[in-house]
């Protein structure tokens, strides 16, 4: 039911007239009387109808209701290891009462895009006046996430101001290796009438920045920013939650301009796993640029700085027996990076022949490595190489590499030996 509902919705056009939100209530051993709830709905939206079906059709307010007497075969929770990842608020006593509830009321609101804003705003206070003092668990279908009633009411009730949510406590940013580069996207968006944004084919060093660009997009749009003749004005200092302001200053550094012009591509194919919802994707093609990569970090550097540096030192002999160690590692790496990092990043330190005819040594996201040849993205800005961007496409040799730094998805990392004693005797 609820996929076929969302294709009224979801239908990649540039002009969204409508949107919806599901809300699942995981009530356990206790039924929630359905004469009820709708007597409380209709107190909330005077003009609503309730349906047994999706509708043709969203020029007012529609409300579907789905009591669910066998949640173990209509409506299951996530397994518990999405929980652990994407519930991390739950305790494990919650984790585990959600996993076994008997009980849960499914209620999706459809509502024309005017209404978009004050509709969303009612429903979250009913949901915690509905759940407040309970053992019962929310589910926000639209970003996929599992909530206490003190969670919801902190990330959804009280994340208003002035009437405008703040984005980050409202949306989720999801970001993932896909072949060998990553894509991260918004969920969330559609309950405002707004399209989910995608940034697609960015180096997996990146995702920071990219995760930061689609906070900022999502904020902005839900101010009013309009994306008009595909384009916007990313300006960070037109952000009017207080909130959100507050943690711009840790995103830029002193050069950083703040302001950047972004354009989109508008009918983007929906992928397993994406929001059912308009997508809009951050479009990186530019002329000027060889590759989409290297304009994409020239954005982030438009937008946030740039925090790279320079350091002299000659390669004495400690530091060159760490790189004989890490080059010692190389075909391990080889194989790892061929068996697929998924989560994981390597990147390799290799030398660029400046204009002058020395050396810059840069690191490099590998994207490729094939015999002992080695594709990659450019990670840092050259200071001697006139007509090389950082983000550049570029191919190094396997006997040149230097040193490597492996990120882990748990965290961790392993190599960079070099770096250490560089920042030690450098400059």
Known sequence: FFLSSLSIIAQNDTEM???????????????????????????IFPNVTFVDEAPDMIDDTIIFLDPIADVAEDYPAHEMEYLDYFASELTKTQKEELSNSKNALVCVVYYPKKDAFSHTKKLYDWVYKTTKGTNFIVYDGEVRDYFSPEEWKKNRVDAWENGIPNALQQITLSSYRQREYCRSITY????????DILIEESPCTFVSSASQVLAIVSQLLLEGTQIENKRMIVDLDAVQNSNFQRIIPELITDDAQKKAVITFETSVPMEDGDPFNTIYKIDFTNKDYKNSQAYESAIYDQLFGVDDEVTHVSHNDEIQAASARAKKRLPALKELFNEGLEGDKLLLKAPFITDSGGNEWMWVEVTRWDDESIEGILQNKPYYIKDLKSGSEVTVQQADVFDYILYKADGTEEGNETGKLIQKYGN
């Open 17 to 43: 007239t409508s949107a919806l939100s599901e809300i699942g209530l995981y009530t356990m051993d206790s039924k929630l009387n359905e004469k009820t709830i709708k007597r409380e709905l209709k107190a």
């Open 188 to 195: 969330g968006m559609q309950r405002f009438g707004l399209p």
